[in-house]
């Protein structure tokens, strides 16, 4: 299956998945599995912000840093900029905070709720050049329908 089509099937999961839960941790934990076992990516999860920094959320895949600052790292840079970063090479990014020697390429899309970032998806691969316009868009619409459901 080709991953447009992957992420066809993955939206309408999202939804019915998170839609009238009331259970914020339990609603980007099970949102990182769905992502993460449907994509087959390396590192899926969530860093929530609180205060000047963003931390660990729920997660799939292996240890994780606990924090990132604000404007550090992808995660970082894409809170600062307000914008879904898409790093085809990790080891050409200034800055980047390998919390894993084995991530080659990352995107990291914010999660905005009523206008305000709240945190940001974070998804790691193991090869260089694995995420692409089609990445961003998808990922953009599943964080809509996600931050829609959270309370």
């Not at 940001?120 to 995420?131: A, M, P, R, W």
Request: charged share 25%; net charge negative; aromatic share 8%.
């Amino acid at each position: 299956m080709e991953k447009k089509e992957k992420y066809e099937l993955l939206l309408p999961q999202l939804k019915a998945l998170t839609e009238g839960v009331s259970n914020n941790t339990g609603v980007l934990a099970n949102a990182a599995a769905l992502i993460h076992e449907t994509m087959g990516f390396f590192w899926t999860g969530f860093y929530m912000i609180d205060g000047d920094i963003l931390k660990l959320g729920p997660f799939q895949g292996p240890v994780a840093c606990y924090e990132i600052g604000f404007g550090k790292g992808v995660c970082g840079s894409a809170w600062k900029e307000g914008r879904t970063l898409v790093v085809k090479d990790v080891e050409e990014f200034p800055g980047h905070i390998a919390c894993s020697s084995l991530s080659r390429s990352e995107i990291v899309v914010p999660v905005i709720k009523e206008g305000k970032i709240i945190g940001v998806l974070d998804i790691d691969s193991k090869e260089t050049g694995t995420f692409d316009q089609t990445d961003k868009d998808y990922l953009e619409s599943a964080m809509k329908i996600l931050s829609e459901n959270l309370v």
